[in-house]
């Protein structure tokens, strides 16, 4: 308990103060409460939208989980390919980086002509997020084996599969886990992204509702939401980080 304490306090203790500070100036008169609302009344919003904002929250993160899901295969698929072939990195590689340039968010519309205001656009959004950070993760993830380990193995008369298996992919986790923490921060921005152009359910087009309506405090509340949700997933990450790479220690 006192080592999560010292680890976490100060970043609560933070927390806490800003919350009292924005309190206190916000319902000091100082502010208009139309343009910057006080914590308390963004309470107040999520406690009365509570059962609306959780059916949302519901389509997020389902998009969420399911877009990071086929990202994690994908990502570690084409991580391996890269690596082990030459000419695909070559071929492959500055087209990976080069897709980066491009802004997701300028990929939504077609993606919604594409395949409508479904599930399917909002997933592929959340692959589009993803799928680099883990890719890059798990191809230079795999060239960190320790080069006697692998040497063993070849005097050995492995194959290059069982060299994969048992020396570079255990290697790999930790980067790979890293590619996934950073990919688990853009998840729900992929989702809330490409409900916020077009869909008929989710915090995205709830906040884009609220945006239009004037309702500063609500929009506050589902900004909350969609942070809260993206912490909960980067803490199960960390989480299974943690049982999985248990070995480290």
């Not at 479904?118 to 799928?131: A, D, H, S, T």
């Amino acid at each position: 308990m006192m080592k999560r304490l010292r680890a976490y306090g100060p970043a609560l203790l933070v927390i806490c103060l800003v919350l009292a500070v924005w309190q206190i100036y916000a319902t000091s008169g100082l502010s208009n409460p139309a343009n910057l609302p006080a914590p308390s009344h963004i309470y107040q919003a999520l406690v009365i939208q509570r059962a609306v904002i959780w059916d949302n929250s519901l389509q997020t993160i389902a998009e969420t989980l399911i877009g990071l899901a086929l990202a994690v295969m994908l990502g570690g698929f084409f991580g391996v390919i890269i690596f082990l072939s030459a000419m695909l990195r070559k071929a492959f590689y500055p087209l990976l980086v080069a897709s980066q340039t491009v802004p997701l968010i300028a990929l939504a519309p077609l993606l919604l002509i594409w395949f409508g205001f479904g599930l399917q656009p909002k997933v592929i959004m959340v692959v589009l997020y993803c799928f680099f950070p883990i890719t890059i993760a798990v191809a230079d993830g795999l060239n960190t084996a320790d080069s006697q380990l692998i040497d063993v193995l070849k005097s050995m008369r492995a194959s290059r599969w069982q060299t994969l298996r048992t020396v570079r992919i255990p290697a790999a986790a930790p980067a790979f886990f890293s590619g996934l923490k950073i990919s688990a921060t853009y998840a729900v921005t992929g989702a809330v992204v490409g409900e916020y152009v077009g869909a008929s359910q989710g915090l995205g087009i709830y906040l884009q509702t609220a945006a239009h309506s004037d309702s500063i405090n609500l929009v506050f509340a589902l900004i909350t939401v969609i942070v809260l949700v993206s912490l909960a997933l980067v803490g199960t990450v960390l989480l299974l980080e943690k049982h999985f790479l248990a070995w480290r220690a």
